[in-house]
């Protein structure tokens, strides 16, 4: 309780943007995922210019989050794989661009203070994410599917 | 030095510290994504060049592990970086003679030899990336001439030889204990880069057989391709036996024998076969 507190208090201290808090929200660090609510709302907002660098920009500065936060991390993949495929055009794009920062992630590892390794979940998330990038055809047809919808 | 050079720079410096311990994932990942940020891979060359190689065995097999690693995942720039300065990495090579005191010294000269090999085959080959992933063009370019193709391939089948050779080396100076995390790390590059070269010649060997027609062309090639397949099988099924490495990777699985030049019996990445 106290943590999301924190976390709307500094939403307003850092002067985030609607479109940031909302992302904040969805890759916060508590232990359940971002709800699919929260991850429609960020696909529809990706289809607004600003939202969209907004969102990039605070999901690049996730992805780069240190291995304590890895929560940050795995919900990054979680909302970025969710972008990919319900959100706008221009999210294929811009992540086929920074690749790298998914694929470097494929070894990522953490060690809790259990000595528990919990990167685990990371490194099979960056993995799916990547090769649904490099399947062009698999993409086309999931993007397809969701916009029948 | 602009505050981006100050942060790879202490990337480098803890990727390489004097512990004998992996490289830490965190910071060889801060090089990697430095490249593509910058598009260049200057600066982290001229930071390696800084490190106290000549003091510490662990710091130069970190080293190599972290130059690997930045040759096959960072960008392009990192290739053509890693070739200027070919001669420096052959130095490392002779820092710590064969029997030098520690047990690092065999198995330096070893890497030092695997990178060398890669640089020259990029050096020559300028098609492929740093891990050689697949990319269906490759093998249509060398195809449409048979013989830079054949080339192409025995080239890639050298650089296989020298990574089995090296994957041998570790294996045996391997012995039990969490302090051997520091050589086992070192397999993991070589894992991704030994299947990426395994696929490429497959696939290149059977668009050669196809554009030609005739088995009797390739048949050298395909029997050096099993050899090889049986020696990778080996080699998997040993790494598979590491459980760092499998929590780390996933080791692929071939199948028990090598696949025909027919096409049709695909073999799917990821999936034994039987």
């Known amino acids: 309780?106290?943590?999301?507190?924190?976390?709307?208090?500094?939403?307003?201290?850092?002067?985030?943007?609607?479109?940031?808090?909302?992302?904040?929200e969805a890759t916060s660090n508590d232990s359940d995922g971002p709800s699919v609510e929260l991850l429609d709302?960020?696909?529809?907002?990706?289809?607004?210019?600003?939202?969209?660098?907004?969102?990039?920009?605070?999901l690049d500065k996730r992805l780069n989050d240190k291995g304590k936060n890895w929560r940050h991390v795995a919900k990054s993949l979680t909302v970025l794989d969710y972008l990919v495929?319900?959100?706008?055009?221009?999210?294929?794009?811009?992540?086929?661009?920074?690749?790298?920062?998914?694929?470097?992630?494929?070894?990522?590892?953490?060690?809790?203070?259990f000595g528990i390794d919990q990167g685990q979940i990371v490194r099979v998330k960056a993995r799916e994410l990547t090769s649904l990038l490099l399947d062009d055809e698999r993409l086309r047809e999931e993007r397809q599917l969701r916009q029948r919808d | 030095m602009s505050r981006f050079d100050v942060d790879v720079e202490r990337a480098v410096r803890k990727a390489c510290s004097y512990e004998e311990t992996a490289p830490k994932r965190?910071?060889?990942?801060?090089?990697?994504?430095y490249t593509w940020d910058h598009k260049s891979s200057k600066a982290v060359f001229s930071?390696?060049?800084?490190?106290?190689?000549?003091?510490?065995?662990?710091?130069?097999?970190?080293?190599?592990?972290?130059?690997?690693?930045?040759?096959?995942?960072?960008?392009?720039?990192?290739?053509?970086?890693?070739?200027?300065?070919?001669?420096?990495?052959a130095s490392l090579g002779r820092i710590y003679p064969e029997n030098g005191t520690g047990s690092y010294g065999r198995i330096i000269e070893g890497y030092v030899e695997v990178l060398l090999k890669k640089l020259d085959f990029h050096r020559i080959h300028s098609g492929?990336?740093?891990?050689?992933?697949?990319?269906?063009?490759?093998?249509?370019?060398?195809?449409?001439?048979?013989?830079?193709?054949?080339?192409?391939?025995?080239?890639?089948?050298?650089?296989?030889?020298?990574?089995?050779?090296?994957?041998?080396l570790l294996f045996s100076s391997i012995?039990?204990?969490r302090r051997n995390e520091c050589k086992i790390s070192a397999l993991v590059p070589l894992v991704g880069e030994s299947y990426g070269i395994y696929k490429f010649v497959m696939s290149m060997i059977r668009a050669i057989y196809r554009q030609v027609g005739e088995e009797g062309a390739v048949e050298?090639?395909?029997?050096?391709?099993?050899?090889?397949?049986s020696r990778l099988f080996e080699f998997y099924a040993d790494c598979s036996a590491i459980k760092y490495l499998t929590s780390l990777l996933r080791i692929p699985k071939l199948p028990g024998d090598p696949p025909s030049l027919e096409v049709g019996d695909e073999y799917v990445e990821g999936k034994p076969s039987n």
């Open chain 2, 26 to 33: 965190k910071h060889v990942r801060a090089c990697i994504v």
């Open chain 1, 41 to 58: 709302e960020i696909a529809d907002r990706s289809f607004d210019n600003v939202s969209f660098f907004e969102i990039m920009d605070m």
């Open chain 2, 220 to 229: 050298p090639l395909y029997a050096r391709y099993c050899e090889q397949h």
């Open chain 2, 128 to 168: 492929f990336n740093g891990t050689f992933e697949y990319e269906e063009y490759m093998s249509l370019v060398s195809t449409s001439d048979p013989d830079q193709g054949y080339e192409t391939v025995l080239d890639l089948m050298d650089l296989q030889d020298v990574i089995d050779r090296f994957g041998r």
């Open chain 1, 1 to 24: 309780m106290s943590k999301s507190l924190i976390r709307r208090a500094k939403n307003v201290v850092n002067g985030y943007s609607g479109t940031q808090v909302v992302l904040r």
């Open chain 2, 175 to 177: 012995s039990s204990g």
């Open chain 2, 47 to 89: 930071i390696l060049k800084t490190l106290p190689l000549g003091q510490d065995e662990i710091t130069v097999f970190k080293a190599l592990i972290t130059i690997h690693k930045i040759i096959q995942e960072g960008h392009g720039s990192a290739i053509i970086e890693g070739i200027k300065n070919r001669e420096w990495i």
């Open chain 1, 85 to 113: 495929r319900c959100g706008s055009e221009n999210c294929v794009p811009w992540v086929r661009e920074n690749l790298y920062i998914i694929k470097t992630l494929r070894e990522f590892t953490h060690e809790d203070e």
